[in-house]
């Protein structure tokens, strides 16, 4: 068995007997400032340990989500009704998306883009509207026109009028006229105007009553409006909106459109004479934005590819007047990828000096045709996107810690041969930047702590020994003088 004597002869810090060792006062000052030095140092290197160095990279795009892109959009368009606002999507792969509604919401606004109604959805089936067969040529009805002068006093007198606004140069308008003033005609002769009194079906030029159609918020022709006692307002929970018709447009539609309005309103001496179903005519009967705006709010995917989001007026079973639409908007919000929610912004404070906060570049800004290129503008943007990954490694292992999708916004407005389009172009970058987190090892940290704590007790001790060996010099150099004195 090792006995302990043979342990002790391998001790590094062998002791001095106390009574053999000496305090001093430049010890004690010594020991203070060493001490306050280890402190020191040590908040340093602790403060060193716990930040975080970063590498910025540009690699290829490796992104985990896959092929596909989602946009998020807030965009508000003060002179779009929602009743026409159409999304469509397209790539240079040449996929087309038309008219998108699954992901999309459309709200309508007023000039000062607040809400004024509910959501719109949009009308299904408007191609398939059937225009009925009458001759175009041999028609000898006519609908009662009216103006700005004389819209007012029908539509007061009238508890139903049932008005189609149209243009004379629009093609679906002239497929509309012989039914239109066919019904007009037999409506006429069914419910007389002068005895009866309680409906009338009208027509307004918006070619000649421009301001009426404003007035109105007339954008796509024809558009057949249902004022009950002066106005076409609906209420429909707390929210009013104008009252359209949208079903077939042959004559036997029309009517039984009107034989429904006129059922709620009875008279003692008149009974409806037009029989059949009217399924398919209470359905045709919808609500219309009651302002000409629209917010248009949703997201889309999109092929990582370039491509574009267009935001235009689009009906199968309307025409627009290209000098009058305006395509100004205001942006609130374009985004790409996943949202990045406030509170991980919030938390991660430490990443913001090296992200290029670009991912919303359009954010809360307008963009207005100002009336340099008069009508046809489309206003359009071209955005650059790149990846930035945030990449931290902690523990000998990779993870992701935010993922976002930064642009750049170039935009314009130009005039155009077709209807004026609100026009996003994206084109992704193949590459991305990529910011790697590299924090300092335990090991590291220990190793030099453990450095400044026997290097601040050595380089102490060894200025305390250089100052008493000074100190006793100079001390015996004194006594020799003294002696040499006294000897003399």
Not at 211 to 217: D, E, I, S, V
Not at 261 to 281: C, M, Y
Not at 309 to 314: E, V
Not at 413 to 430: C, I, Q
Request: with cysteine.
């Amino acid at each position: 068995m090792v006995s302990t004597t043979k342990i002790k002869s391998v001790d590094f810090y062998r002791k001095i007997p106390r009574d053999l060792t000496e305090a001093s006062l430049s010890g004690a000052g010594l020991s203070i400032i060493a001490a306050l030095a280890m402190v020191f140092l040590f908040g340093m290197e602790l403060s060193t340990y716990l930040a975080v160095t970063t590498n910025t990279s540009v690699i290829v795009d490796n992104s985990s989500d896959g092929d596909f892109l989602r946009i998020d959009f807030n965009v508000s368009f003060p002179s779009l009704s929602c009743e026409f606002a159409s999304v469509d999507v397209s790539n240079v792969l040449g996929t087309k998306r038309l008219n998108l509604t699954k992901t999309i919401k459309k709200v309508p606004i007023d000039p000062y883009l607040r809400a004024t109604g509910a959501e719109v959805h949009s009308t299904s089936g408007l191609h398939l509207i059937n225009h009925g067969d009458e001759d175009h040529g041999n028609n000898t009805y006519a609908a009662i026109p009216l103006t700005g002068a004389t819209f007012d006093k029908f539509s007061h007198h009238f508890q139903i009028l049932v008005v189609n606004f149209y243009a004379p140069w629009c093609y679906w308008s002239n497929r509309l006229k012989p039914s239109w003033e066919k019904a007009a005609e037999i409506t006429r002769q069914r419910y007389n105007p002068e005895t009866d009194g309680r409906v009338l079906l009208g027509s307004v030029d918006c070619t000649e009553e421009t301001t009426l159609c404003k007035r109105n918020h007339i954008q796509g022709y024809p558009s057949i409006r249902i004022f009950r006692k002066g106005s076409d307002l609906k209420e429909d929970h707390g929210h009013h909106e104008h009252e359209s018709y949208h079903g077939d447009r042959d004559t036997e539609s029309i009517l039984k459109m009107v034989e429904e309005l006129l059922k709620p309103i009875k008279k003692e001496d008149h009974k409806l004479a037009l029989d059949g179903k009217t399924d398919n005519v209470v359905s045709g009967i919808k609500k219309a934005p009651v302002s000409g705006g629209c917010r248009i709010v949703g997201y889309v995917r999109a092929k990582k590819v370039p491509g574009e989001i267009i935001i235009s007026a689009h009906s199968g079973a309307h025409s627009f007047d290209a000098s009058q639409m305006n395509m100004s908007h205001y942006v609130s919000h374009l985004t790409f990828g996943k949202m990045i929610s406030e509170r991980l912004l919030t938390d991660m404070k430490r990443l913001m000096p090296y992200l290029g906060l670009s991912h919303d570049r359009l954010n809360s800004k307008w963009f207005v045709n100002e009336g340099q290129f008069a009508a046809n503008v489309t206003i359009e943007h071209y955005l650059q996107v790149v990846k930035t990954e945030v990449v931290s490694r902690r523990f000998g292992q990779e993870h992701s810690v935010i993922e976002e999708y930064e642009y750049t916004a170039h935009s314009s407005v130009a005039h155009g041969y077709y209807y004026p389009v609100a026009k996003f172009r994206f084109d992704l970058s193949p590459m991305q930047v990529l910011i790697s987190e590299n924090p300092k090892s335990f090991s590291h940290f220990i190793t030099n702590v453990c450095a400044i704590i026997g290097g601040v007790f050595t380089v102490a001790g060894i200025l305390d020994s250089i100052f008493q060996n000074t100190f006793r010099l100079v001390k015996k150099i004194e006594l020799g003088k003294k002696h040499l004195i006294k000897s003399e």
